[in-house]
């Protein structure tokens, strides 16, 4: 809810400042955006994530996630730690908008329309592939569920569906994922089960 909040003020926020819908930037220097910028970024966020959430702020952080007033019982900072948590997001939002700008070379106020399903579709996958229960499996699943993801959009094209049909198809994935959390937690329960 948040992230489409902020995307729709954006929007508005977007057009103010640029002026008009798009602006080309093939006048300007951009960076060479290409798998040798983006997989060491990736492999640091994903590395720099893990170390945190192995320290105590990030098993304070994880507490939050999962059960706010546990974590209140236990003299945790909810509001602290959710800020943090927002501020951080926004930072990566900006950076992926930027590298995608740099890409390619112009900037529109649409770009970010969707981003939040797209977000929401990732990890809704990667966690129901991969599991949420381990620092690995939270850190890895955001990016097996966006890989995924675009595989489907990209099988979609191939099907001969027009673009503008990929909302449709990308909300209705959304809404299908949200129909099995039931199985999802079996699965979940029953491993911890099994670990017990």
Known sequence: LAGVIVSTMAYSVDLR???RANVPLFAYPTLPVGAMLLLPLLLLLMV???????TDYGLRLTAVGKNRRFSQLNAIDVTAYTHAVFFVAGCCYGLAG?????AQQYVDVGMGVGMAVHALASLMIGAYLLGKETVRQKVLAPIVGALLY???QGVVLFMGLAPSDLKFFTALMVLLLCSFPAAYGDKAGQSSQVMA
């Open 98 to 102: 930027s590298l995608l700008t740099h």
């Open 150 to 152: 675009q595989q489907i």
């Open 48 to 54: 720099g994530t893990a170390i945190f959430l192995h």
């Open 17 to 19: 400042l640029l002026g």
